[in-house]
């Protein structure tokens, strides 16, 4: 790690790599509930459709 002059800046940078890494890490999480919800809408109207044309139920 580069150490700056003052211990300020220090803990300034460490917390903004926290927060960045944070946001990446919230950024995944949306992406994943995102891709889920899509298959899951996406499995519901494949049985819907299979239930109109007879094939389940």
């Known amino acids: ?8 800046e220090v803990m300034d940078a460490r917390t903004y790599f926290y927060k960045e890494m944070m946001r ?3 950024e995944d999480v949306l992406k994943r509930i995102a891709l889920g919800l899509l298959g899951v809408c996406s499995l519901r109207m494949i049985a819907l459709c299979a239930y109109m044309y007879g094939l389940i139920g």
């Open 24 to 26: 990446n890490h919230m």
């Open 1 to 8: 790690m580069i150490r700056l002059s003052h211990q300020s």
